[in-house]
């Protein structure tokens, strides 16, 4: 949109009235899009109402709708549930109020488009009563509808994600990690019920991140006889060493016939047939309450800003609209064309079309279920494959596991032999094969369980190959690549001279053992993971020409949590750090609860990257994020302190600033606490708190165990594909690659293109999509600033070709 246009309908909201209401049941993120709604309500010049009560009080009005004002909605960001809780058309009429925006799930939304509807009649019977003038009712003659999706349950078609999915995945998973420690300490099976009564994602995603032994959802209810096919696989797993077994099951989970599936049936089931100790736990209520995450606060952020310019927008032939997500990006999507392709899937399955239940769930949620059957339980490959696989880990960790898991298993499920390397590049001579159990339990680890050197930073290596021998074999990509591929030795492989090459980290191969592996082969296609990995495979690309043993298929799945690696939007490990991160400026923010009139300047990782620093400062509601991104001069710091200045003469009298570490050369973290100190004194104190590694450490979150395991799986498919057929001889520029989230569809990207677009000095890509994100950042914390620069969502339609269209999340 126009940069004028945007200024003009930034001034047209003068004198608009909006009203936001909360409806259903409660979603973690609905008090982040209330704040969003409201405070960009107000920034563009419109008044706002909070409905209190849901539809219950918009019906009674008086008490339950009131004017908000932008401290209304400060410190809720971080709030599970709804504050404004879960009217009568005079009501509206007498706060001249003719736009609402509605935040619940399918039915709520379905009710908000019915009252549209019946406006007109609605005034007409009041002007008849004498309730309200002629004037009125024309004032007030059209109301305009834009709805959000609050709904735990990712039940709605047409968006990715809806508001409160990914904090409900975050706390199953806490149970499930919790559990896993007592489970494997008495021998038990745990049966797990998460919510889900039409809807299967959490089942899902969760089984998928939990790598659980058995899933049952309502939209693929398993085969006649799956109780002997399950008792089998549980025992088949105890006898090869398992000390656990986890079953998950969504609450409306059926069987072919349509009976209900129940936890306590499962439970009854292996205790009788297997003898285990069994326990059932009901996660209930808890998948609602807590914390929202830092996805949910971001996404509501974003989807609540875009209601607002879709309500500016809005013109009497503009249908009810949804504000949905799709890859990385807000667009508008019709209300009710979104309701009814959602009952038709309910409508597929009680007709038993489950097939396309799956499908009209969306592509997405389809891959899901097939690399959960395919990570789950090992089949025997049709084919032994020739080729063997190497997993290669570079750099600082981040939720490694994730990646290695489907890695090693992909790799066994396609026939072959999956080769980590314990200690990265630097000891490629200590390569171990791994089978499809050996990365067992590795999705809820942080870290790497291959070794890293914390000096694999881009030093120059030498390479020998002095002879021939054998290859060995990890999960994820040994479980997806491994019941098919064998290694071979490399009798074929010709003998290099030492020569120096620039690589990612000093390889030596000094013995004639130490070269008797895989990656002199040319035979097998290796895999490596962050920047130094995909500057590392760029440099051996380039020696491709003095070396033929490295013309081998090469992926680099990005993982780091700076997320700076070029093509892809999201790299494996940024959505833990922010997390870390987020939960920690929580922390900070409540230590201050206590304390009146302070401000706290916190440092984050990322070197010259700002994404943490942006996308954490959102998360919390900082008051500004400096990022080298976005040069800032001494003026723009003064503006700060001064925007502080006022901001504590307000209840809310504190402050957080968010800085990434190398954002200037010059103005430090110790100098911007210098100069707030100076500027502040006798208004506010300052405090510096430096976050440092605790952002590459705990748990990795839902987001990133789903995100490494669907990455590592369609590495190993596209690189088996890529070497279906003789000896691998790979040359050409699209045979290494780094594979990504680009928007909505998971991509592969040849690193010698991704060379032309990347800032090699600063390890930084050259064009940044969250950078837009800088905008929602500044307009929240109450700036100024132009809407010259918002990107608007684009109205689109929900159909089953769009469905088809794999978001990748």
């Given at each position: 949109?126009?940069?004028?246009?945007?200024?003009?309908?930034?001034?047209?909201?003068?004198?608009?009235?909006?009203?936001?209401?909360?409806?259903?049941?409660?979603?973690?993120?609905?008090?982040?899009?209330?704040?969003?709604?409201?405070?960009?309500?107000?920034?563009?010049?419109?008044?706002?109402?909070?409905?209190?009560?849901?539809?219950?009080?918009?019906?009674?009005?008086?008490?339950?709708?009131?004017?908000?004002?932008?401290?209304?909605?400060?410190?809720?960001?971080?709030?599970?549930?709804?504050?404004?809780?879960?009217?009568?058309?005079?009501?509206?009429?007498?706060?001249?109020?003719?736009?609402?925006?509605?935040?619940?799930?399918?039915?709520?939304?379905?009710?908000?488009?019915?009252?549209?509807?019946?406006?007109?009649?609605?005034?007409?019977?009041?002007?008849?009563?004498?309730?309200?003038?002629?004037?009125?009712?024309?004032?007030?003659?059209?109301?305009?509808?834009?709805?959000?999706?609050?709904?735990?349950?990712?039940?709605?078609?047409?968006?990715?994600?809806?508001?409160?999915?990914?904090?409900?995945?975050?706390?199953?998973?806490?149970?499930?990690?919790?559990?896993?420690?007592?489970?494997?300490?008495?021998?038990?099976?745990?049966?797990?019920?998460?919510?889900?009564?039409?809807?299967?994602?959490?089942?899902?995603?969760?089984?998928?991140?939990?790598?659980?032994?058995?899933?049952?959802?309502?939209?693929?209810?398993?085969?006649?006889?799956?109780?002997?096919?399950?008792?089998?696989?549980?025992?088949?797993?105890?006898?090869?060493?398992?000390?656990?077994?986890?079953?998950?099951?969504?609450?409306?989970?059926?069987?072919?016939?349509?009976?209900?599936?129940?936890?306590?049936?499962?439970?009854?089931?292996?205790?009788?047939?297997?003898?285990?100790?069994?326990?059932?736990?009901?996660?209930?209520?808890?998948?609602?309450?807590?914390?929202?995450?830092?996805?949910?606060?971001?996404?509501?952020?974003?989807?609540?800003?875009?209601?607002?310019?879709?309500?500016?927008?809005?013109?009497?032939?503009?249908?009810?609209?949804?504000?949905?997500?799709?890859?990385?990006?807000?667009?508008?999507?019709?209300?009710?064309?979104?309701?009814?392709?959602?009952?038709?899937?309910?409508?597929?399955?009680?007709?038993?079309?489950?097939?396309?239940?799956?499908?009209?769930?969306?592509?997405?949620?389809?891959?899901?279920?097939?690399?959960?059957?395919?990570?789950?339980?090992?089949?025997?490959?049709?084919?032994?494959?020739?080729?063997?696989?190497?997993?290669?880990?570079?750099?600082?960790?981040?939720?490694?596991?994730?990646?290695?898991?489907?890695?090693?298993?992909?790799?066994?499920?396609?026939?072959?032999?999956?080769?980590?390397?314990?200690?990265?590049?630097?000891?490629?001579?200590?390569?171990?094969?791994?089978?499809?159990?050996?990365?067992?339990?590795?999705?809820?680890?942080?870290?790497?369980?291959?070794?890293?050197?914390?000096?694999?930073?881009?030093?120059?290596?030498?390479?020998?190959?002095?002879?021939?021998?054998?290859?060995?074999?990890?999960?994820?990509?040994?479980?997806?690549?491994?019941?098919?591929?064998?290694?071979?030795?490399?009798?074929?492989?010709?003998?290099?001279?030492?020569?120096?090459?620039?690589?990612?980290?000093?390889?030596?191969?000094?013995?004639?053992?130490?070269?008797?592996?895989?990656?002199?082969?040319?035979?097998?296609?290796?895999?490596?993971?962050?920047?130094?990995?995909?500057?590392?495979?760029?440099?051996?690309?380039?020696?491709?020409?003095?070396?033929?043993?490295?013309?081998?298929?090469?992926?680099?799945?990005?993982?780091?949590?700076?997320?700076?690696?070029?093509?892809?939007?999201?790299?494996?490990?940024?959505?833990?750090?922010?997390?870390?991160?987020?939960?920690?400026?929580?922390?900070?923010?409540?230590?201050?609860?206590?304390?009146?009139?302070?401000?706290?300047?916190?440092?984050?990782?990322?070197?010259?990257?700002?994404?943490?620093?942006?996308?954490?400062?959102?998360?919390?509601?900082?008051?500004?994020?400096?990022?080298?991104?976005?040069?800032?001069?001494?003026?723009?710091?003064?503006?700060?302190?001064?925007?502080?200045?006022?901001?504590?003469?307000?209840?809310?009298?504190?402050?957080?600033?968010?800085?990434?570490?190398?954002?200037?050369?010059?103005?430090?973290?110790?100098?911007?606490?210098?100069?707030?100190?100076?500027?502040?004194?006798?208004?506010?104190?300052?405090?510096?708190?430096?976050?440092?590694?605790?952002?590459?450490?705990?748990?990795?979150?839902?987001?990133?165990?789903?995100?490494?395991?669907?990455l590592g799986v369609k590495a190993v498919l596209w690189m088996s594909g890529e070497a279906a057929g003789g000896r691998v001889f790979a040359n050409s520029a699209d045979s290494a690659c780094v594979i990504g989230l680009r928007k909505k569809v998971v991509a592969f990207s040849p690193v010698t293109e991704l060379k032309k677009v990347t800032d090699f000095e600063h390890r930084l890509p050259q064009e940044q999509w969250w950078l837009n994100l800088r905008l929602m950042l500044k307009?929240?914390?109450?700036?100024?600033?132009?809407?010259?620069?918002?990107?608007?969502?684009?109205?689109?339609?929900?159909?089953?070709?769009?469905?088809?269209?794999?978001?990748?999340?």
């Open positions: 949109m126009a940069a004028a246009e945007l200024e003009r309908l930034r001034m047209a909201g003068a004198g608009m009235a909006i009203a936001v209401l909360t409806s259903g049941g409660d979603a973690q993120g609905m008090n982040a899009a209330v704040r969003a709604v409201t405070r960009m309500g107000i920034y563009v010049g419109a008044k706002v109402f909070l409905i209190y009560e849901g539809y219950e009080g918009l019906v009674e009005g008086g008490d339950n709708i009131k004017q908000a004002t932008w401290l209304s909605v400060s410190n809720i960001i971080q709030l599970g549930g709804t504050v404004i809780g879960s009217a009568r058309c005079k009501a509206f009429t007498t706060h001249g109020i003719t736009n609402l925006c509605v935040i619940g799930g399918d039915g709520s939304l379905t009710g908000a488009d019915i009252f549209r509807a019946e406006w007109g009649g609605l005034l007409d019977e009041l002007l008849r009563d004498g309730q309200i003038s002629e004037e009125v009712a024309k004032a007030n003659g059209r109301l305009n509808i834009v709805g959000l999706v609050g709904s735990i349950d990712n039940d709605f078609c047409g968006t990715d994600m809806t508001i409160g999915t990914d904090s409900a995945l975050h706390r199953i998973m806490e149970v499930i990690d919790a559990i896993t420690t007592t489970a494997q300490s008495h021998q038990r099976t745990f049966v797990l019920e998460v919510m889900g009564r039409h809807c299967g994602y959490l089942a899902l995603v969760s089984g998928l991140a939990s790598g659980a032994d058995w899933l049952f959802i309502p939209e693929s209810p398993p085969e006649d006889g799956w109780e002997d096919m399950m008792c089998e696989r549980l025992g088949e797993t105890r006898s090869r060493g398992s000390r656990l077994n986890i079953i998950i099951i969504a609450e409306g989970a059926i069987d072919r016939n349509g009976k209900p599936i129940t936890s306590n049936y499962v439970k009854d089931l292996v205790v009788q047939r297997l003898g285990f100790d069994t326990r059932v736990t009901v996660l209930g209520h808890v998948q609602r309450g807590g914390t929202p995450s830092a996805f949910d606060r971001v996404l509501s952020s974003k989807m609540g800003m875009e209601a607002v310019m879709a309500l500016l927008e809005a013109t009497p032939d503009t249908p009810a609209c949804v504000v949905s997500l799709s890859g990385n990006q807000s667009v508008r999507l019709p209300l009710m064309e979104c309701v009814q392709v959602t009952k038709d899937v309910q409508k597929a399955m009680d007709e038993k079309r489950f097939d396309e239940a799956i499908q009209l769930r969306g592509r997405s949620f389809e891959n899901n279920w097939n690399i959960y059957k395919m990570l789950a339980h090992q089949k025997p490959a049709q084919e032994k494959s020739p080729f063997s696989l190497a997993i290669l880990n570079v750099g600082a960790p981040c939720c490694r596991h994730e990646r290695g898991r489907p890695l090693g298993r992909a790799a066994c499920e396609r026939g072959g032999r999956a080769v980590p390397s314990p200690k990265n590049v630097r000891c490629f001579l200590q390569i171990r094969e791994v089978g499809w159990h050996d990365v067992a339990g590795w999705l809820g680890r942080g870290g790497s369980m291959l070794d890293l050197h914390g000096k694999d930073r881009g030093e120059r290596a030498e390479i020998q190959h002095p002879g021939s021998a054998g290859h060995r074999g990890v999960r994820g990509a040994g479980r997806a690549f491994g019941t098919g591929w064998e290694g071979q030795g490399s009798e074929s492989a010709p003998r290099c001279h030492r020569r120096e090459v620039a690589s990612p980290a000093p390889l030596r191969g000094d013995t004639k053992e130490g070269w008797d592996q895989p990656w002199a082969t040319g035979r097998f296609g290796t895999l490596l993971c962050p920047w130094q990995a995909y500057e590392g495979v760029l440099q051996l690309v380039e020696a491709r020409g003095q070396y033929e043993e490295l013309c081998i298929i090469m992926c680099v799945i990005p993982a780091t949590i700076s997320n700076n690696v070029p093509g892809t939007d999201f790299s494996l490990g940024s959505d833990t750090a922010v997390n870390a991160a987020m939960e920690s400026c929580d922390r900070i923010k409540q230590s201050a609860s206590g304390t009146k009139r302070r401000v706290f300047i916190v440092e984050t990782m990322g070197g010259y990257c700002g994404y943490l620093s942006t996308v954490t400062g959102i998360a919390v509601g900082a008051d500004a994020a400096y990022v080298y991104e976005d040069p800032f001069t001494i003026h723009d710091l003064k503006a700060n302190v001064e925007h502080l200045t006022d901001k504590m003469k307000t209840d809310i009298q504190r402050g957080l600033v968010l800085r990434n570490e190398k954002c200037h050369e010059h103005y430090t973290t110790e100098f911007l606490y210098n100069l707030y100190s100076s500027e502040g004194k006798g208004i506010f104190d300052c405090r510096i708190n430096v976050l440092g590694h605790l952002q590459q450490g705990g748990a990795p979150t839902p987001f990133d165990r789903n995100y490494g395991t669907k307009m929240l914390a109450n700036y100024q600033i132009s809407l010259t620069e918002y990107i608007s969502g684009k109205m689109e339609h929900v159909t089953r070709r769009t469905l088809s269209i794999e978001k990748g999340f």
